[in-house]
Every structure is written in C-alpha cells, then in structure tokens.
C-alpha cells in the first residue's frame, strides 16, 4: 500500500507547503505549520464555459431592514446586536466548561416556543443533551436535537426540517466526505464551516458554530474561520468564579467589544443587570491605592474599581505587574508620572489590578490607574464617591475619551458625587447629582491625592 502523501498546512491562513518551515510562506506567522495528509480532489469534467453570474446596479438593490430574532436572553441579545439576523453565521468560543453549550441549549429553548431550531450535537449523545436539559429544568417540547458529525448528512437533515437556527457543537468535531483528513484538522475545519456558511446564506438559516479555543485562548483552526463568519464571540472568566462574560470580537451588525455579563447558576446562565455592581468591591472604610473608572465596552459603560499597590522593592528590577490592563501600558504611565508630576516609583514594586477579572484595553483607565498608584503610595485614600476616567498623554496632558455624557450619566445613577474627567469631556450643563472637576494635566489630577 502506497504511504499517503502529507502536506504542511497553516493553522493561521490554512496555506500549504510541501515541506515543514519555521515561518509559513503564505502569511509569515511563526511556527504555525502542523503536518496533515495530502487530500486527493476528484478530477473536474469541463464542460465548457459557466453560465456567468447576474451583474446588477447597486442602486438597483433593495436595502430591506430585517428584523432580528430575539433569543430571550437580553444580555446575549445585546451582544448580539439587538437580536439574530436571519442568515447569520456565529461563531462562539471559549474555554471547556465555561458555559457556552449551557447558554445556547437556553437559547434554543426559549426560541422553540416561536421559531423551529435545532440543536446538533457532535460531543455528546441526545440521552446527554436531554439530561442537561432536564438539569436546567429546560421546556424542550418543541426542541430538536441531532447526534451526528457528518455534515453531508447535517446539511440534509437540517434542510429537510428549515431551521431558523442551528447549532453545530462543535465545529470542530464535524467532518466532510469530501476529504479523508480527521475532524478537527484546518481542512476539515474551513471545508466544514465553508459548507455551513452557504447553506445560512442561500435558506436565511442562522448557523452557530461553538470553536474550541487553544491554550492561547484563541479559537482552535485555522484563522481564516473568523473571517468566514459573521460574528465572532468568545467566553471570559475564570471557571472557578460564577461570572461570564460574553465578548464581541467581530460582529458585522452590531457593535463590536460589546459584551455581555452572566451568572453561572445551578439553573444555568441569567443575565446580569447590573454588572457594575461586579467591579465594584465593597470597603468597610476608605482605602489607599483604590480607585474607580468609567470604562466603556461596546455601547455600555462599565464602572470597574482600580487597585493599585506600591511597595518598597527588595530586588535590583522593581517588578511591574498588573492584572487585566497592559503591562506595558503601566510602565509608560508611571514615566510620565514621574517626569511631569514630579513623583517617582523607580525604587518601588507596583501591582495594578482591575477588580472582577473585567480586562481593561481602552485607555480611557489612564487617569485612574495613576490616581491610585499616587494614593497608595502616599498612603492617603480616594474618596470613595469619586470617579474618574480620561487618558493620558506622553506630554502630561489629559486627553478626552469618546461618549463622557454617558460615563457621568452612569457614574450619577450609581451614587456617585464627584468626577474628575478631561476638561474637553466637560459637560455644557451642569449633570445633575455629580460634580465635575475638569483637569488638563496630570499635575491637577495629583492634587487631588492630599
């Protein structure tokens, strides 16, 4: 028996080469090429020219607003975008266990009072599906469930029953006829999911796809599957802690970085109201090294309390460590400190820490992040109705953050009483039950440490 001819492909770009290299040909990504076997296409009858494609006016298109299928789940709705929009592909990934089959198989429950679904299940049985339904005390008397991972046959089933949605879990377990690679590999991967997103576009059936994801945390396959999709959507939290979040990496219609926030209950996930209420700890008395921040994440903003601690290093290399912010972020921040407020921590360990494992990108956190640096180490406490939020330039200078009316509006509504924001973020109007200081550089902001 002749040996199978084996290629290298990419699990970034899905490129191929026929001998292993440290750098991929294809997209210069560095050590992504994984061994597979060769697949052997069946030749192509020509039979001359295709009928070529109809070519129409843009003009000429009609742009009808669909409406979206609401999932009754309002956290993942917002997510979302407002809803499902008919003929969508989702992808959704994140670590085992964390909660994305138990939020879908929800979903879908809810869904089937109104639309028909399907939920098809390449990890677990029907008889475990409907036991975990049964767990979460689940109405799944107009749910249907399919055990299968070929997705030939997937494809046929589900255009039998014209589902107005479908889950595939996993994606990562299905695999073609048309090719002889395992299920999981980047052939069978991007041959499963390309099949899947032309079925969505040609019924209107929205597909959601549920990824594993690699101890990188990014979604197992090759990268060339999220640009395939429509919405990209990733699990967050530790499975230790009963909070998730739900983050939008992709979404081409709705907004992206939007996020959603649920609890882990013995009935499953609910949505969080509330969800600045997480990042809030709550101190007995006022505390140094603590402040708070309006930080925005999609269309919502977010109040997330900013722990900062600065001590005395017993090392050569004073360590800099933060806990869901840039680290690199900190250590330009603690320069510009020291070369324009005149306060130097060249000597001190510094550990900054965002609280309820939110992780923070926008820089709008700046300000808070040197406010509670300079308040732990002067050891003098923040008040704790302050909130502050803006970014900070190389210059010294604070620079203003997109959407400040929303951010003082959320601060208010939450019992705030005074804000210290960049003065071109300062309101027209006075806001009521919030007291605004508006501060140009980051020498007026340390003032405020007394």
């Known amino acids: 028996m002749a040996k199978a001819k084996t290629v290298y492909s990419c699990t970034e ?17 560095w050590n992504t090429l994984v061994e597979s076997v060769a697949e052997v296409s069946a030749p192509k009858r020509f039979s001359g020219l295709a009928a070529p494609s109809q070519i129409v006016m843009l003009a000429d298109v009609e742009a009808a607003e669909e409406s979206r299928l609401a999932t009754g789940i309002s956290e993942f709705d917002r997510v979302l975008g407002g809803g499902l929009v008919p003929g969508a592909v989702i992808l959704i990934g994140g670590d085992p266990g964390i909660g ?7 979903a879908l429950c809810r869904m089937s009072a109104q639309h028909p679904v399907l939920y098809v299940s390449g990890e677990e049985s029907a008889a475990q599906v409907a036991l975990r339904a049964k767990r979460l005390a689940l109405d799944v008397t107009t749910t249907r469930v399919l055990a299968e991972i070929n997705v030939e046959k997937i ?38 999911a390309a ?47 009963s909070f998730r979040l739900v983050r939008a990496i992709k979404n081409r219609f709705g907004a992206v970085n939007e996020i959603g926030v649920f609890a882990m209950g013995d009935k499953g996930l609910r949505g969080v109201t509330n969800p600045s209420a997480l990042f809030l700890s709550r101190h007995g008395e006022q505390v140094a090294g603590s402040c708070v921040c309006v930080t925005q994440e999609g269309t919502r903003p977010l ?9 005395e290093a017993h090392a050569p290399n004073p360590r800099r460590l933060t806990v869901g912010l840039d680290q690199n972020r900190l250590a330009l921040l603690l320069a510009v400190l020291h070369r324009h407020a ?8 510094v550990f900054v820490n965002a609280v309820g494992g939110v992780r923070i990108t926008e820089p709008a956190a700046d ?33 203003p953050v997109q959407r400040g009316q929303e951010r003082l509006k959320e601060a ?12 071109a973020n300062a309101p027209k109007q006075p806001t009521p039950g919030i007291e605004v200081h508006a501060v140009t550089r980051i020498e007026e902001a340390v003032g405020w440490v007394r």
């Open 13 to 29: 770009c899905g490129g191929q080469t026929s001998k292993w290299q440290g750098q991929c040909p294809h997209c210069q990504a």
């Open 367 to 399: 300000l808070a992040v040197l406010l509670a640096v300079v308040s732990s180490l002067k050891n003098k406490p923040l008040s704790d109705k302050l909130v502050v939020f803006g970014e900070v330039g190389l210059a010294g200078e604070v620079r």
């Open 155 to 192: 494809l046929a089933a589900t255009g039998a029953v014209k589902p107005l949605v479908a889950v595939m879990d996993s994606i990562q377990t299905l695999y073609s006829d048309q090719l002889q690679s395992a299920p999981g590999s980047v052939a069978q991967v991007r041959e499963c």
């Open 100 to 106: 994305k089959s138990t939020l879908l198989l929800q």
């Open 303 to 311: 109040l997330v309390e900013v722990q900062a601690l600065v001590d």
């Open 342 to 349: 005149g306060i130097a921590c060249f000597d001190q360990d």
């Open 412 to 423: 208010a509504k939450l019992g705030f009483k005074q804000a210290i924001i960049p003065a």
């Open 195 to 241: 099949q899947l997103t032309r079925f969505a576009k040609a019924s209107g059936t929205v597909i959601v796809l549920v990824g594993h994801v690699t101890k990188e945390g990014a979604i197992a396959g090759p990268r060339v599957l999220e640009h395939m999709v429509d919405t990209v959507l990733y699990f967050e939290g530790d499975t230790h802690s």
